[in-house]
């Protein structure tokens, strides 16, 4: 089943999920940063009725939420319309991102941000539904999404940093780094010690340079570790993300 075909039907459900975004999904962007409700709660949804795609992605993320409180109950209906306007959003953007301008760059981001929630997010959807979860699937669209927002943020990263939606927010090397627990510190270890297992002596069969693809692999499991370390406040988790 996907989301009702005739126009009434279809306007009554989306006046249905911009509902519920205004009155709760937005938050879930901002966590206890109060100054950016108004952002994400007015601007960003105004934006969207000039984005097609920001507006499917608004839907998307309100139909989700509602879908994974209620699709226990047999209810397809939501999540179904979760996926549509997921996928139609997706499309969308992959067309605009050929042609950014300057006056598309932090729609553009902020797109890319409830992407990327969506990707993590979709795929437990799938799981209350009894769905094999395609997380890998759904992480290699974003890759390929979020690479032209790369692109922006290193051309012109002292202008996106003045968008809206960061402007309140403490730079990732700024915030404070903390210990990390011991339990996480272990999965780190682990990490270290596979990387040096798979791409270390023995592993000339790797397509990439070994050197090159353990360089890699450490770099990211340095990330990783920071971001448990920085991360530790639920105002910077979203850091994580990127």
């Not at 911009?18 to 937005?26: C, D, E, K, P, S």
């Not at 997921?86 to 300057?102: L, V, W």
Request: proline letters at 6%.
């Amino acid at each position: 089943m996907t989301p009702p075909s005739d126009h009434r039907s279809r306007r009554i459900l989306e006046l249905e999920l911009m509902h519920q975004w205004a009155t709760g999904t937005y938050k879930n962007f901002c966590g206890e940063s109060k100054p950016d409700y108004p952002i994400w709660q007015v601007s960003l949804p105004l934006q969207g009725l000039k984005h097609e795609f920001l507006l499917n992605g608004f839907l998307s993320m309100a139909a989700l939420e509602i879908a994974l409180t209620r699709e226990r109950s047999g209810d397809p209906k939501y999540g179904n319309a979760a996926l549509e306007y997921y996928d139609t959003a997706s499309s969308t953007f992959r067309e605009e991102i050929t042609d950014i301008t300057p006056e598309k760059q932090e729609i553009v981001l902020d797109f890319s941000l409830i992407a990327t929630v969506l990707g993590l997010a979709l795929p437990q959807l799938l799981k209350v539904r009894g769905e094999q979860p395609r997380m890998v699937e759904y992480m290699l669209v974003h890759s390929e999404l979020l690479k032209s927002v790369r692109l922006i943020t290193s051309q012109h990263g002292s202008q996106i940093r003045r968008a809206p939606i960061l402007r309140s927010q403490t730079a990732f090397e700024q915030l404070p780094s903390h210990p990390i627990d011991a339990g996480t510190e272990a999965a780190i270890a682990r990490l270290d010690a596979l990387n040096d297992q798979r791409h270390g002596r023995g592993a000339e069969s790797c397509p990439v340079s070994p050197a090159t693809e353990h360089a890699i692999c450490q770099k990211a499991i340095r990330y990783l570790e920071e971001s448990f370390a920085r991360c530790q406040e639920p105002i910077h988790r979203g850091h994580a993300l990127a």
